[in-house]
């Protein structure tokens, strides 16, 4: 359609963006039309306000970690590009990928999956999982009637089961260890065929963590 | 009852002597009678929560018919008559509308309107599918001469038909919240449920007139089938006109806010009424209105007046519909029954079998429609949960007396009713629970991985949230553009696009407990705090504690029965009889409160690393720039950047904060002045510094005449005039960026006009 040409030409070093995400054309533009739309005063990048505009996102236990995610320490804002890329990280795996050595790892590696899981758990970026953090992230997930000494007990516990080299935190290798021989059993998926329907396809985090040839 | 009369000895003869002790029954009959009935049955609903095990495993109708009939016993064994209430008048006009509105008005719409194909699927091809079914094998069985049943026609089989096809799967809903089916199958039973009384009534209409007939020729019927479609579509618009009327008319009532309640009854009611004349389908009108005004009217209306329709509503539904099933425990018991073995086993049989193939037919179609289709337990749970409910008793109750056998179809229709809401209502639990725990194992599971699972699910429904994955986008997107540019113009009186989040504080009433929050300036909060922890922590020994295997069970427990679920609105309409819930958004949402207001005491915490007890990380990083300022003074600190980030935020309400009145910070800003005096006690060159922030901040503070300004003398040493400027510069540079969870929503000062 001749829109999509348009559209796509619009927005700035597209080609190196599907290129460096992997998302089709018509993803893109489904991308940039959700971004039009939360950027409400057409400013071209969002802060952190205009994530906080989503009521659902906001009724989430950890939404606001989720929009924390989106901004990479020291900036406000978050530019489509920005926008794409981390968003890419939750596109399914690309099982056929030919393997270069020399090539980055694409966003959507099962490795960078887990890191951006990591991610939310490790807010201060010091490559662990520290017993507070993990409390913090116990206490958000769960109802108010669990007490404080349970939590503690169940922040005890998950460390003790992952944390191999006895620091008392989790770093991200025992994070994954921890996390390889899981079936997360969630799906999501949408395909809707046409045009401006098309939506992203997230799906079975589970068995592309588990597939062992990426590790 | 007779009348007595008591009369007092007067010494006075001769003069017509004056009762001073009268009992005059008949003229309070029937208002007594009325009143006495609905307080018997309130006195059940209270009764059934005492022990609280009772209402998880047995559904409430089950409850109030087996109290319905021991009262039933208890008349007949007295020879009593039960109060002959239940006329059609009185069903129709009084007792169902209520019902209606009660679900019509706690139908979340957004879940709704995304599901709408699927729910008018299931409920209107699904109901119509049961009826024909049900009672063509019921014809079939007619033919029969064993079972005597042979005057039955055709007509009159139809209509016994779409009596007991009108199922009630509310009831099961509680079971699957349990069981955590996704929550598109909430909404589908809801949905399905509520649209499905308006099929079955149009359908009793219609067959009921057609009963009359002697004889039915083919273009009676496509005339019929048309009136079918005419009806329905017309309910639905007529619902639609007078919701949009009663929004606006609302708009207008900001000086009288007493009569707003009365308003929404009134408008609603009439559209049924009206529609009622017109012979459409009154319950899609009544329910269409409830819909379209529930989200202009909440905007208009004061929130006092929001929470009495609501409490209203819910009232006047369930105590319509608990007389209903009281009723019928009482009827069941006292009226004369015609019994039919086969017959009446036969039109169980095909009840429960025709619900089963229906739902199976009709999710095999719909599925490759659907995003996520419905697998076996989903239908399983669809096909079981089909409990007949009140609708279906009363409409059996309710037959003209020309149908020859109408005593047969009331005992047929209360059979189908008791065996559906007892047997079915009281197994399904189990037998879910069964099919699911064959599923996952949980005992290889480890708490790590139900943590993580938990997090990364949480995540994606975030994410999609954030892609708007769920809505119909272009249409979806068409309406609101709509809805904003017009509607929202004619019908809100304030209209200011609120921020979504502004609004959903508003509508937890979260105003009025932050305001609570506010003013105490101890150490209460709404979550538990972590500074004990801290602290205890530091004590604990560094050994390993050693986890029994029943700990890890215990905590298995725990963690699947407090563990936030995703999307958590599936959990505010579970259950029909109580309110919607909302306490798991208000406990998100204060505590995200609590978190910031924490922060901002931090300087009152003695503890070396203050980070340590906003125990819910407010990660939005508009204050990582402050990092890049300063880095060579601070120690990364776990956390460090919460406090800053927070810091930033309260700054940069301040603008707001004079503005709007607003109570929100002023209190915990007090306790700044305990910084400053902490200043001198704490160690280490970081907390200084923070409290050298806290203090500019006081001083920014002090510049609105809140606090009287403070700068500690301890710390100013470190804090140079350069330090001060630069700070604040800041907030000025990111006034216009405002988090929607800091800013007061904009009808506080609305609230002096409220009584």
């Given at each position: 359609?001749g829109?999509?040409?348009?559209?796509?030409?619009k927005i700035?070093n597209?080609?190196?963006l599907?290129?460096?995400?992997?998302?089709s054309?018509?993803?893109?533009?489904?991308?940039?039309?959700?971004?039009?739309?939360?950027?409400?005063?057409?400013?071209?990048?969002?802060?952190?306000?205009?994530?906080?505009?989503?009521?659902?996102?906001?009724?989430n236990?950890?939404?606001?970690?989720?929009?924390?995610?989106?901004?990479?320490?020291?900036?406000?804002?978050?530019?489509?590009?920005?926008?794409?890329?981390?968003?890419a990280?939750f596109?399914p795996?690309?099982?056929?990928?030919p393997?270069?050595?020399n090539?980055?790892?694409?966003?959507?590696?099962?490795?960078?999956?887990?890191?951006?899981?990591?991610?939310?758990?490790?807010?201060d970026?010091?490559?662990?999982?520290?017993?507070?953090?993990?409390l913090?992230?116990l206490r958000?997930?769960?109802?108010m009637q669990?007490?404080?000494?349970?939590?503690?007990?169940?922040a005890d516990?998950?460390?003790?089961?992952?944390?191999?080299?006895?620091?008392?935190?989790?770093?991200?290798?025992?994070?994954?260890?921890?996390?390889?021989?899981?079936?997360?059993?969630?799906?999501?998926?949408?395909?809707?065929?046409?045009?401006?329907?098309?939506m992203?396809?997230?799906?079975h985090?589970?068995?592309?963590?588990?597939?062992?040839?990426e590790l | 009852?007779?009348?007595?009369?008591?009369?007092?000895?007067?010494?006075?003869?001769?003069?017509?002597?004056?009762?001073?002790?009268?009992?005059?029954?008949?003229?309070?009959?029937?208002?007594?009678?009325?009143?006495?009935?609905?307080?018997?049955?309130s006195?059940?609903k209270?009764?059934f929560?005492?022990?609280?095990?009772i209402?998880v495993?047995?559904?409430?109708s089950?409850?109030?018919?087996?109290i319905?009939?021991i009262?039933?016993?208890?008349?007949?064994?007295?020879?009593?008559?039960?109060?002959?209430?239940?006329?059609?008048n009185?069903?129709?006009?009084?007792?169902?509308p209520?019902?209606?509105l009660?679900?019509?008005?706690?139908m979340?719409?957004?879940?709704?309107?995304?599901?709408?194909g699927?729910?008018?699927?299931?409920?209107?091809?699904?109901?119509l599918?049961?009826?024909?079914?049900?009672g063509?094998?019921l014809?079939?069985i007619?033919?029969?001469e064993?079972?005597?049943?042979?005057?039955i026609?055709l007509q009159?089989?139809f209509?016994?038909?779409?009596i007991?096809s009108?199922?009630?799967?509310?009831?099961?809903?509680?079971?699957?919240?349990?069981?955590?089916?996704?929550?598109?199958?909430?909404?589908?039973?809801?949905?399905?449920?509520?649209?499905?009384?308006?099929?079955t009534?149009?359908?009793?209409?219609?067959?009921?007139h057609?009963?009359?007939?002697?004889?039915?020729?083919?273009?009676?019927?496509?005339l019929?089938i048309?009136?079918?479609?005419?009806?329905?579509?017309?309910?639905t618009?007529?619902?639609?006109?007078?919701?949009?009327?009663?929004?606006?008319?609302?708009?207008?009532?900001g000086?009288?806010?007493?009569i707003?309640?009365?308003?929404?009854?009134?408008y609603?009611y009439?559209a049924?009424l009206?529609?009622e004349?017109?012979?459409?389908?009154?319950?899609?009108?009544?329910?269409?209105?409830?819909l379209?005004?529930?989200y202009?009217?909440e905007?208009?209306?004061?929130q006092?007046?929001?929470?009495?329709?609501?409490?209203?509503?819910?009232?006047?539904?369930?105590?319509?519909?608990t007389?209903?099933?009281?009723?019928l425990g009482?009827v069941?018991?006292?009226t004369?029954?015609?019994?039919n073995?086969?017959?009446?086993l036969?039109?169980?049989?095909?009840a429960?079998?025709w619900?089963?193939?229906g739902?199976l037919?009709l999710t095999?179609?719909?599925?490759?429609f659907?995003?996520?289709p419905?697998?076996?337990?989903?239908?399983?749970?669809?096909?079981y949960?089909?409990?007949?409910g009140?609708?279906?008793f009363a409409l059996a109750?309710?037959?003209?007396?020309?149908?020859?056998?109408?005593?047969?179809f009331?005992?047929?229709?209360i059979?189908?009713?008791i065996?559906t809401?007892?047997i079915q209502g009281?197994?399904?639990?189990?037998?879910?629970k069964?099919m699911?725990?064959r599923k996952?194992?949980r005992?290889?599971?480890?708490?790590?991985?139900?943590?993580?699972?938990?997090?990364?699910e949480?995540?994606?429904?975030?994410?999609?949230?954030?892609c708007?994955?769920?809505?119909?986008y272009?249409?979806?997107?068409?309406?609101m553009?709509?809805?904003?540019?017009?509607?929202?113009?004619i019908?809100i009186?304030d209209?200011?696009?609120?921020?979504?989040?502004?609004?959903l504080?508003?509508?937890l009433e979260?105003?009025?407990?932050m305001?609570?929050?506010?003013?105490?300036?101890?150490?209460?909060s709404?979550?538990?705090?972590l500074?004990?922890?801290?602290?205890?922590?530091?004590?604990a020994?560094?050994?390993?504690?050693?986890?029994?295997?029943?700990?890890?069970?215990?905590m298995?427990?725990?963690?699947s029965?407090?563990?936030?679920?995703?999307?958590?609105?599936?959990?505010?309409?579970?259950?029909?009889?109580?309110l919607p819930?909302?306490?798991?958004?208000r406990?998100?949402?204060?505590?995200?409160?609590?978190?910031l207001?924490?922060?901002l005491?931090?300087?009152?915490?003695?503890?070396t690393?203050?980070?340590?007890m906003s125990?819910?990380y407010?990660?939005?990083?508009?204050?990582?720039?402050l990092?890049?300022?300063f880095?060579?003074r601070?120690l990364?600190h776990a956390?460090?950047g919460?406090?800053e980030?927070?810091?930033?935020?309260?700054?940069?309400?301040?603008?707001?904060?004079?503005?709007?009145?607003a109570v929100?910070?002023?209190r915990p800003?007090?306790?700044l002045?305990e910084v400053?005096?902490?200043v001198?006690?704490?160690?280490g060159?970081?907390?200084?510094?923070?409290g050298?922030?806290?203090?500019?901040l006081?001083?920014?503070?002090?510049r609105?005449g809140?606090?009287?300004?403070?700068?500690?003398?301890?710390?100013?040493?470190?804090?140079?005039?350069?330090?001060?400027?630069?700070w604040?510069?800041?907030?000025?540079n990111?006034?216009?960026v405002?988090h929607?969870l800091?800013?007061?929503?904009?009808?506080?000062p609305q609230?002096?006009?409220?009584k």
């Open positions: 359609m829109s999509t040409n348009s559209t796509l030409l700035p597209v080609e190196v599907m290129q460096e995400t992997g998302f054309p018509a993803h893109i533009i489904r991308l940039h039309d959700r971004f039009k739309a939360l950027d409400k005063e057409g400013r071209g990048h969002l802060c952190p306000h205009d994530f906080g505009a989503i009521k659902e996102l906001a009724m236990p950890i939404g606001d970690r989720i929009i924390g995610a989106f901004f990479s320490p020291g900036k406000e804002t978050v530019d489509f590009h920005t926008f794409v890329k981390i968003l990280h596109r795996v690309d099982k056929d990928r393997k270069e050595p090539s980055p790892e694409p966003i959507n590696s099962r490795s960078n999956k887990l890191k951006f899981a990591f991610q939310l758990y490790d807010q970026k010091d490559g662990k999982i520290s017993r507070d953090e993990l913090q992230v958000a997930m769960l109802g669990v007490t404080d000494e349970q939590l503690e007990s169940i516990r998950t460390i003790q089961e992952a944390d191999l080299d006895r620091d008392d935190t989790i770093s991200f290798e025992e994070f994954r260890k921890a996390c390889k021989h899981k079936r997360f059993t969630m799906f999501r998926f949408c395909i809707r065929p046409g045009e401006r329907k098309l992203l396809t997230l799906c985090w589970s068995s592309e963590l588990q597939d062992q040839h | 009852m007779p009348q007595v009369e008591d009369t007092d000895p007067d010494p006075d003869p001769g003069e017509t002597t004056q009762a001073v002790f009268t009992l005059n029954y008949p003229r309070i009959q029937i208002p007594f009678e009325i009143t006495l009935w609905v307080l018997l049955a006195f059940a209270i009764g929560h005492v022990y609280h095990k209402t495993w047995v559904p409430e089950c409850l109030l018919i087996s319905g009939l009262v039933g016993g208890i008349m007949h064994s007295l020879h009593e008559k039960p109060p002959a209430v239940l006329t059609s009185a069903f129709f006009l009084y007792m169902l209520p019902i209606v009660d679900s019509g008005y706690f979340p719409t957004r879940p709704f309107f995304e599901n709408f699927t729910v008018l699927w299931f409920a209107v091809v699904g109901t599918w049961n009826s024909i079914g049900i063509i094998s014809f079939a007619c033919q029969i064993v079972f005597g049943v042979q005057d026609t009159e089989n209509l016994f038909a779409s007991i009108a199922v009630e799967p509310v009831a099961v809903l509680t079971v699957f919240e349990d069981i955590s089916v996704h929550e598109q199958l909430y909404i589908v039973v809801f949905g399905e449920c509520l649209f499905n009384d308006a099929v009534v149009v359908l009793y209409n219609l067959f009921n057609v009963a009359a007939l002697e004889v039915v020729e083919a273009g009676d019927v496509f019929d048309g009136r079918f479609f005419v009806v329905g579509l017309g309910g618009i007529f619902g639609a006109l007078f919701g949009f009327v009663t929004a606006f008319t609302t708009r207008f009532t000086k009288v806010r007493e707003e309640p009365l308003i929404i009854f009134l609603s009439l049924y009206i529609a004349l017109f012979a459409i389908s009154s319950i899609m009108a009544i329910v269409i209105c409830a379209t005004m529930k202009y009217v905007e208009n209306v004061s006092r007046s929001c929470t009495t329709i609501r409490h209203v509503i819910k009232m006047v539904g369930s105590v319509s519909e007389l209903i099933f009281f009723f009482v069941t018991i006292t004369e029954h015609e019994w073995w086969g017959y009446i036969f039109a169980l049989l095909f429960l079998l619900r089963g193939l739902i037919v095999q179609i719909i599925n490759p659907r995003t996520i419905f697998n076996f337990k989903d239908q399983f749970g669809l096909a949960g089909g409990l007949r009140a609708v279906s109750f309710t037959l003209p007396d020309n149908i020859g056998r109408k005593d047969l009331i005992t047929g229709t059979v189908v009713i065996f809401v007892f009281i197994t399904i639990r189990p037998l879910l069964l699911n725990v996952t194992n005992n290889q599971e480890t708490i790590n991985d139900e943590i993580h699972k938990r997090l990364m949480h995540t994606v429904a975030g994410i999609e949230d954030l708007g994955q769920w809505s119909h272009y249409w979806k997107d068409k309406f553009k709509f809805n904003n540019r017009i509607l929202r113009k019908l009186r209209n200011h696009p609120e921020s979504s989040i502004v609004a504080y508003k509508k979260l105003q009025n407990a305001e609570v929050l506010d003013q105490m300036s101890g150490d209460i709404a979550a538990p705090s500074i004990s922890l801290h602290e205890e922590r530091k004590n020994s560094k050994s390993r504690k050693k986890f029994l295997s029943s700990d890890v069970t215990n298995h427990e725990l963690l029965k407090n563990m936030y679920k995703i999307r958590h609105r599936t959990v505010s309409y579970t259950n029909k009889h109580t819930d909302d306490i798991t958004a406990e998100i949402l204060m505590r995200r409160h609590t978190s207001r924490r922060s005491r931090a300087g009152s915490f003695h503890g690393n203050a980070a340590k125990q819910k407010f990660s939005l990083p508009m204050g990582r720039s990092n890049s300022r880095p060579p601070r990364v956390g460090d919460d406090i980030s927070e810091i930033n935020y309260s700054s940069i309400r301040h603008p707001q904060r004079v503005s709007s009145k929100m910070p002023l800003l007090n306790t002045k400053a005096s902490s001198n006690t704490v160690d060159q970081n907390e200084e510094q923070r050298c922030r806290r203090s500019h006081g001083s920014n503070v002090s609105s809140h606090l009287t300004s403070h700068l500690p003398h301890g710390s100013s040493r470190n804090c140079s005039d350069g330090d001060h400027d630069a604040v510069e800041e907030p000025q990111n006034s216009d405002q929607p800091m800013r007061r929503p904009h009808w506080l609230k002096p006009h409220d």
